[in-house]
């Protein structure tokens, strides 16, 4: 087989927090930005990437969750358990200190940790989680 990834989702609940964060923190392209009832999706992706992208998703905006669900959904949100992501860099050193310069919610400063990755960790305005490795 040949499989590659195209795009994964991530809940997002604050279109402007989000395309500030993904566009102007991370240096992501914004590749769409689509409104419809009220609602926004964002897809970004790393520059000179273009086969990955990142869609960020309303909760609210499967119809097949139900309220309760989507209020779950939102907690989890709030409390940064319900979804994650794990970027790479070769530089782990210079990009945490441009993460740190910005308004980036620092989680965890650059670790080598006891399974043989060196990461540091971080949120987005939704409350994911974002891991960044260090590939050598």
Request: aromatic share 8%; charged share 25%; with cysteine.
């Amino acid at each position: 087989m040949d499989l590659s990834i195209y795009n994964c989702f991530l809940p997002h609940d604050d279109h402007e927090a989000s395309l500030a964060f993904y566009r102007d923190t991370l240096g992501f392209e914004v590749r769409n930005d689509v409104e419809y009832g009220g609602m926004h999706w964002l897809t970004v992706g790393p520059p000179g990437q273009p086969q990955t992208s990142l869609v960020l998703t309303p909760p609210a905006a499967d119809p097949g969750v139900t309220e309760e669900e989507r209020r779950t959904v939102t907690e989890m949100m709030a409390k940064g358990t319900y979804a994650s992501i794990n970027l790479a860099t070769k530089d782990l050193d210079g990009t945490f200190e441009r993460l740190q310069a910005g308004d980036a919610e620092i989680v965890q400063e650059p670790t080598d940790q006891p399974w043989g990755v060196r990461d540091c960790a971080l949120r987005d305005p939704a409350g994911n989680m974002i891991r960044i490795f260090e590939v050598r």
